[in-house]
């Protein structure tokens, strides 16, 4: 699988909303059909990009990298 824009989107959108039901609910997804995607992007990139718990989704060391360099691409894309 290669990641793609909306996938940078998605890992964005959990961290900033620290809930992957808070950011299916932005993204105008399915909870489910976020967490298989999430599920889909950490095997693609071979580990986990947030740690999961009752409290919400805070991330990784990975997710951090990944999240670095989203923040930088996403906002390249739009212009």
Avoid: W, Y
Wanted: contains cysteine; proline residues 5%; glycine residues 8%.
């Amino acid at each position: 699988m290669n990641l793609e824009l909306r996938h940078l989107r998605v890992v964005c959108a959990i961290a900033e909303t620290g809930s992957v039901t808070k950011a299916a609910s932005l993204l105008g997804l399915a909870q489910p059909a976020l967490t298989a995607q999430l599920q889909r992007i950490e095997r693609t990139l071979g580990g986990p990009l947030f740690d999961r718990d009752r409290r919400g989704a805070t991330p990784t060391a990975l997710g951090e990298l990944v999240l670095a360099r989203a923040r930088v691409v996403l906002p390249a894309m739009k212009g």
